[in-house]
């Protein structure tokens, strides 16, 4: 008599693509080239205020909390970049993906478990990050308050981070390519961040920028003090809200400690012969709102390009 053959549970082939996804992550020199980009941008944000000229730095017990993961948007993109950029396309490209699929684990399992590995990696990563900027303001800035709501940063750097992670697998996926990956990603995010935040502050249609993924519009909440070190001549006063999809831990961390804010947003205006720049009133949004509709913007993204990557990995054929 036989013994019958025991297959694995799906917990157990789950769990073995995470590992075989976190290994090659770990294996990846361009993760820690951005952890060492990441170290050194933080390092940056903690001694601006210096090195823009105050020699004597004042206590503020709210500079960690305020700063996020100090990493901004051009961290978000480069760690979803190197974090799945060939994550697919890498397999298609190697030839990997044949005996990848040849295992007892269908292509839903496969999927989940490298986006779950992706998720460990950005954790692990953010949370050195957040450390260390806790660590930094309270040794230059004196204590901080609200430390207990960092996880709440924590967490919503790593959504954020996913909506570009969604963008830019479903690109690699369909295309198969990592250079197109690559190539689309930088594209759309340069687009988004330079070109359309331009556009928009001239414009004076800010509200464009809220339904597309990114940095968003900038407005600003005038009974929220400001700890910027940058001059505030001729710019709106009170704290700099972004509005987008980049910072939806930031602003849910200043909702739970200012329920009531209203943000306004302005025009950038250039007049000729003006010493100082101009800003035109254009609109007020409560809090609240903004991030209802980030949240709501940013699961559609993560949901829509995440069932495109899954549907082409899929339907893909891998007997090419």
């Keep these: 008599m036989t013994k019958r053959e025991t297959r694995p549970s799906w917990i157990t082939r789950f769990l073995a693509v995470v590992r075989y996804e976190l290994l090659w992550n770990i294996r990846k020199k361009k993760l820690y080239g951005v952890i060492i980009i990441a170290f050194a941008i933080v390092t940056l944000e903690l001694g601006l205020r210096f090195i823009l000229g105050s020699q004597t730095l004042e ?15 051009m961290g978000f993109f480069l760690f979803a970049l190197v974090t799945v ?15 990848l699929l040849t295992k007892p684990v269908s292509r839903t399992t496969v999927f989940l478990g490298k986006m779950f590995a992706a998720f460990v990696t950005l954790l692990g990563a953010y949370t050195v990050i957040l ?37 830019i697998l479903a690109v690699g996926t369909l295309s198969k390519s990592t250079i197109i990956a690559v190539l689309v990603g930088v594209g759309l995010w340069l687009g988004l961040t330079i070109v359309g935040q331009i556009v928009s502050l001239l414009s004076g249609q800010p509200w464009v920028l809220t339904y597309l993924p990114g940095t968003g519009a900038s407005g600003y909440a005038p009974n929220i003090p400001s700890s910027s070190p940058v001059g505030n001549i001729g710019v709106p006063q009170g704290l700099q809200v972004i509005t987008g999809t980049d910072s939806i831990g930031t602003n849910l961390v200043t909702y739970i400690l200012h329920p009531d804010a209203e943000i306004e947003f302005y025009k950038f205006e250039i007049k000729p012969g003006s010493q100082f720049p101009n800003y035109a009133y254009l609109y007020t949004e409560t809090l609240s709102v903004v991030i209802s509709r980030a949240v709501v913007i940013t699961i559609a ?13 899929k339907r893909a054929q891998v007997a090419e």
Excluded: R
């Excluded at 430390?147 to 954020?160: D, M, N, Q, R, T």
């Excluded at 981070?161 to 969604?166: C, E, L, M, Y």
């Design 85 to 99: 950029m060939n994550t697919i396309s890498g397999e298609f490209e190697s030839g990997t993906i044949v005996p």
């Design 59 to 73: 206590a503020d017990p709210n500079f960690a909390i305020n700063t996020g993961t100090g990493i901004g948007s």
């Design 301 to 313: 993204y993560m949901l829509v390009f995440s069932f495109i990557a899954w549907f082409a990995l």
């Design 131 to 167: 450390l260390y900027l806790a660590a930094g303001s309270t040794v230059i800035y004196g204590p901080q308050n609200n430390l207990h709501l960092l996880p709440i940063v924590l967490f919503g750097s790593i959504v954020s981070t996913f909506v570009w992670i969604s963008i």
